[in-house]
């Protein structure tokens, strides 16, 4: 199946710092999500980006598909953006997705 | 609109005992995950439900494990006997195309 690899697995920021976060796929993907787990653990979707680049607010991301990689894009970040940050990608069965390992993004005030 | 919601929030059971978990999805959705997430293995898929029929169950764990949908407004998931191992948080997800909706998750404890 495919691997999907996170990074980094930790990042702590000050209260107004931009960030990147990075993951890349073993395969080629054509159903890739972001997803934020705040601490309450509850599982938010960010964006569906299989390709090309979106932006929601201070949160943008890029799918690379042809090299297999989608970054994150965090700016002006606030304590609220803390928690864990997933990606996930699905090959030829859209639906199955395989999730990464996550990146824990502490922001600090 | 009411998101995915899931009950109960909280399950503490001895070894041994029948669990079982619920699901609403959201509503129109036809398409509904249950997903584990445990500290050692991350997110699993556990099954897959399109239009109330069970399309992959490959990640169930074992025969331990059911899930049915006998219509598209609810899901179970059911663990009989329990074990101490099943500790873990039980997602329920549903989309509609592509994009996943989570709900707030059944943390259970076996004791």
């Known amino acids: 199946g495919i691997q999907v690899e996170q990074s980094p697995p930790d990042l702590i920021l000050q209260e107004g710092a931009n960030s990147t976060l990075r993951c890349n796929f073993s395969?080629?993907?054509?159903?890739l999500q972001w997803f934020h787990q705040n601490p309450w653990g509850q599982l938010i979707n960010l964006f569906y980006?299989?390709?090309g680049t979106k932006q929601n607010g201070r949160l943008s991301a890029t799918t690379v598909a042809t090299e297999r990689y989608s970054l994150l894009y965090i700016s002006s970040s606030q304590t609220t953006d803390s928690g864990v940050y997933f990606c996930?990608?699905?090959?030829?069965?859209?639906?199955?997705?395989?999730f990464g390992k996550g990146t824990l993004l502490t922001v600090n005030p | 609109d009411a998101g995915v919601i899931q009950s109960p929030r909280h399950e503490v059971t001895e070894m041994g005992q029948e669990v079982t978990l619920r699901c609403k999805p959201i509503?129109?959705?036809?398409?509904l995950f249950w997903y584990r997430q445990t500290m050692m293995r991350g997110l699993e898929l556990l099954i897959y439900?399109?239009?109330?029929?069970?399309?992959?169950d490959s990640g169930m764990p074992e025969d331990r494990f059911s899930a049915k949908m006998p219509n598209a407004s609810f899901s179970t998931l059911k663990i009989q006997p329990s074990e101490p191992r099943d500790s873990a948080v039980y997602f329920c997800?549903?989309?509609?195309?592509?994009?996943?909706?989570f709900g707030p998750g059944t943390r259970l404890t076996v004791l």
């Open positions: 395969d080629s993907v054509n159903n």
């Open positions: 997800a549903s989309s509609l195309i592509d994009t996943q909706y």
């Open positions: 980006i299989p390709s």
């Open positions: 439900f399109n239009n109330n029929v069970p399309i992959d």
């Open positions: 509503s129109g959705h036809n398409s």
């Open positions: 996930a990608g699905g090959g030829g069965s859209n639906y199955k997705l395989t």
